[in-house]
T-cell receptor
Framework: EPEVTQTPSHQVTQMGQEVILRCVPI?????FYWYRQILGQKVEFLVS????????KSEIFDDQFSVERPDGSNFTLKIRSTKLEDSAMYFC????????????FGDGTRLSIL | LAKTTQPISMDSYEGQEVNITCSHN???????ITWYQQFPSQGPRFIIQ???TKVTNEVASLFIPADRKSSTLSLPRVSLSDTAVYYC?????????????FGSGTRLSIRP
């Protein structure tokens, strides 16, 4: 069964540094998402992406965050200047066209900001 | 989006059937009910989705009464590996790129 893959599995970064989290969605999927989960808390929506542009973003997704689909396979989340509170698991997801299509999640990147 | 309410935690034993009920009193006509499962240190995983009555797949069954104000996820003969957090979600039918709003879910613990 096709999977969403995320790299790296764990990223440790100094506060203030830029970090790029990478995702390879399932190949025939058209919708892409990023979520995050702070340890012990709920999974939170960050952003959705379709047709090479952001469809929706949450209040968390401020100017420090950006997403990009640089080629036909990768989907990236960039945090420009990381803060301690950015430490979390970041999940990428993708889905086929249509709102009832389930989202397929990767196993996440654990981001630790020091 | 309709608000959902589900138990914070449940315990059961291997081999038992587990039923997790979710309330969604304000569900709209066009809303579907979806359940996800999340194992520790993994991303959420789609389990099952339905609109009314009963849906069954190889993993679970979903029971939805006529008024659709609640739904019950049924896991037959659970094993230790079913220990996870289970999320009940309500999604509108006609909404592209629908974000998922996760609640706290139900933390299911299966004992030997």
């Amino acid at each position: 069964e096709p999977e969403v893959t995320q790299t790296p599995s764990h990223q440790v970064t100094q506060m203030g540094q830029e970090v790029i989290l990478r995702c390879v969605p399932i190949s025939n999927h058209l919708y892409f998402y990023w979520y995050r989960q702070i340890l012990g808390q709920k999974v939170e929506f960050l952003v959705s992406f379709y047709n090479n542009e952001i469809s929706e973003k949450s209040e968390i997704f401020d100017d420090q965050f950006s997403v990009e689909r640089p080629d036909g396979s990768n989907f990236t989340l960039k945090i420009r200047s990381t803060k301690l509170e950015d430490s979390a698991m970041y999940f990428c997801a993708s889905s086929e066209q249509g709102s009832l299509r389930p989202q397929h999640f990767g196993d996440g990147t654990r981001l630790s900001i020091l | 989006l309709a608000k959902t309410t589900q138990p914070i935690s449940m315990d059961s034993y291997e081999g038992q059937e587990v039923n997790i009920t979710c309330s969604h009193n304000n569900i709209a006509t066009n809303d579907y009910i979806t359940w996800y499962q999340q194992f520790p240190s993994q991303g959420p995983r789609f389990i099952i989705q339905g609109y009314k009555t009963k849906v069954t797949n190889e993993v679970a069954s979903l029971f939805i009464p006529a008024d659709r104000k609640s739904s019950t996820l049924s896991l037959p003969r659970v094993s230790l590996s079913d220990t996870a957090v289970y999320y009940c979600l309500v999604n509108p039918l006609y909404s592209s790129a629908s974000k998922i709003i996760f609640g706290s879910g139900t933390r299911l613990s299966i004992r030997p």
